[in-house]
């Protein structure tokens, strides 16, 4: 059976799974953004907090994805939840990196010439820094959020479901075609996610600064 | 207006920035700090507006204890502008300039109009600026719209910190005369910081000189020229800057080098060819150890051309001044023996230069 006819004949299951993926890269991102931003923006007032918060982070990053999986295993058991919590995890350390660093890299004498004016500290979050972080951020959350497409695909491993269901079905029956119908559609939701976020950043980008990006590529160009 | 008494910043590595710092400043007045970096100008700038908190001593607005005002409240009656990149690069020309306005609340009607007046008032065509970025302005612009944004809400004391620093020496001046210009219009009180001496000079009502966070003198620009307080005064400012009178200025100053000369021996004939060569019409005649002698102008060679002479025997006695005698005491000699220019030489009579009418001018011209 050519690929083409497998795909039209089990279309429904192959949309489920699909849906089931993002659900559950979705969920996990969702979380992660609830406690990672917070978080970043914490450590930006609190500096002495940054260093072991972030290096935290970093250590839970080196753990192979599926041994973290299988660590969610006797804590939340099999199906989907453990795999969400797995990928929140993951998800906080990139987010919560780059909402800190987008804060930090706005230019002090932005923050100064606020401060010397009388913004209290919340205003000078709301009013200047998020703004100015913000297309930082996002390109964080878009990076992740690509990433945590790939490694949904794992939830299978651990009962859940997903487009990883059907790679895992395809591997052990040796069935090209499943496998195909997992991974294609799989890494084509990632593409499409990388560039439909692409497209959110440059829409979102506050009009001022998109201007001095575009300017600041071309001096990079122009200095070589 | 402004009163600063015995401010001091000690730091609690003990670094002292600034010192028993106490001064007065009256409604209207720009004052300017300057002073070698480090002497405590910035920091003083900034415990104004409690950026930074003195650790001893008192700031009065309109004999208001700035100690006992929020910090924040504080700010915003205050007007703040920075060197560097301060303007807001995501808002728009209007919205960076209505800043306080909106921390204060102000009824939308009244900040568009006061967004207005001031872009006008700097020559910005508000219909063409108030929606532009930052980004999308020259250097000159964005200062200029960082000095509106802090005229903005209308505060009494304007702090200002090196504002022109960044910039390039034409706009520089450019923005230093609208300032002054500003001023006039708006008469607000300025604590404005510089290392610049020649823009001190130029805009200050008085400047106060500052070194390891001391006062060291505090004057008008005219005073300060005229009586510098110590050698680190004298040399900060530079001394072709200070105001000097003609009995204070020597001779050597303003005299020119290598008059024309010739030595007594020498014939009329070469003595023509000197001056024209120099195009003078009068000689100064030196021994061969360049002592003067005495003086040999045109007509008399021309007189006594066909008889073979040397310039020793047509040369006539001239008056003289030492190097070190004073610009005045040689202008004095030209109009008491009305002569058009006098030798100087150096105390053993060797000629060192000459001072000429035209020299007088010149210095003269240079201290107006």
Redesign the interface.
């Known amino acids: 059976m050519d690929f083409a006819e497998f795909f039209i004949n089990n279309f429904g299951r192959i949309a489920t799974r699909t849906a089931e993926h993002v659900v559950i890269a979705l969920s996990a991102l969702f979380l992660a953004l609830l406690v990672a931003v917070p978080l970043g923006i914490l450590l930006t007032r609190q500096e002495h907090l940054a260093k072991p918060v972030l290096g935290l982070g970093n250590i839970i990053m080196t753990i192979p994805s599926l041994a973290l999986l299988a660590f969610m295993l006797p804590v939340l058991g099999i199906g989907n939840r453990p795999a969400i919590a797995a990928l929140f995890l993951y998800a906080l350390m990139p987010i919560m990196r780059n909402t800190y660093t987008g804060i930090k890299q706005v230019?002090p004498?932005?923050i100064?010439?606020?401060?010397?004016?009388?913004?209290?500290d919340f205003?000078i979050l709301y009013?200047?820094e998020l703004?100015?972080a913000f297309s930082f951020i996002l390109a964080g959350i878009r990076t992740t959020l690509v990433i945590l497409i790939g490694w949904a695909t794992l939830a299978a491993f651990i009962g859940g479901g997903g487009l990883g269901q059907l790679i895992w079905a395809g591997l052990t029956n040796i069935n090209y075609n499943l496998i195909l119908s997992g991974a294609i559609p799989a890494a084509g939701l990632a593409l499409l996610t990388d560039l439909l976020m692409g497209r959110l950043e440059t829409i979102l980008t506050?009009?001022?600064?998109r201007?001095?990006r575009v300017?600041e590529v071309k001096n990079a160009f122009n200095k070589d | 207006m402004v009163s600063f008494v015995e401010v001091n910043k000690t730091y609690p590595n003990n670094t002292q920035a600034v010192d028993s710092f106490s001064l007065t400043m009256a409604k209207g007045e720009l004052v300017v700090l300057i002073g070698p970096s480090g002497c405590g100008k910035t920091t003083t700038l900034k415990m104004v507006n409690r950026l930074i908190q003195p650790t001893a001593g008192k700031i009065f607005i309109n004999d208001v204890d700035t100690d006992e005002l929020d910090p924040v409240e504080l700010r915003r009656q205050i007007g703040y502008v920075i060197q560097d990149i301060s303007l807001f690069p995501h808002q728009t020309v209007a919205r960076n300039i209505a800043t306080v306005p909106l921390l204060k609340k102000w009824p939308d009607g009244q900040i568009r109009d006061t967004v207005d007046r001031l872009l006008r008032m700097v020559d910005m065509d508000p219909a063409v600026f108030r929606n532009r970025y930052p980004s999308e302005l020259s250097g000159g612009q964005q200062q200029r719209i960082g000095v509106l944004r802090a005229l903005a809400a209308d505060p009494e004391v304007m702090l200002m910190d090196e504002p022109f620093g960044a910039l390039d020496p034409i706009t520089r001046v450019q923005l230093q005369d609208e300032l002054k210009n500003l001023q006039q219009k708006v008469n607000k009180t300025i604590l404005f910081v510089t290392h610049d001496m020649d823009e001190a000079l130029k805009i200050a009502d008085r400047i106060v000189i500052m070194k390891d966070g001391q006062i060291i003198q505090a004057a008008t620009p005219e005073d300060l020229l005229r009586q510098p307080a110590n050698d680190f005064v004298r040399t900060f400012i530079g001394e072709e800057r200070l105001i000097r009178k003609p009995d204070q200025v020597q001779a050597h100053e303003v005299m020119l080098r290598n008059p024309a000369c010739l030595e007594a021996g020498k014939g009329l004939r070469q003595g023509l060819e000197a001056m024209r060569e120099a195009r003078v019409d009068s000689l100064l005649i030196i021994d061969n150890r360049r002592q003067f002698l005495g003086v040999v102008d045109v007509n008399t060679i021309q007189t006594h051309l066909k008889q073979n002479k040397t310039l020793q025997e047509i040369m006539v006695d001239w008056p003289t001044v030492g190097e070190t005698d004073s610009v005045k005491t040689a202008v004095q000699l030209m109009v008491d023996q009305n002569v058009r220019f006098v030798p100087v030489v150096n105390d053993s009579g060797r000629l060192k230069g000459i001072i000429t009418r035209a020299r007088v001018v010149n210095f003269v011209l240079d201290y107006l």
């Open positions: 230019q004498s932005l100064e010439a606020a401060r010397g004016m009388g913004l209290r205003q009013q200047l703004p100015l506050p009009r001022g600064i201007k001095t300017k």
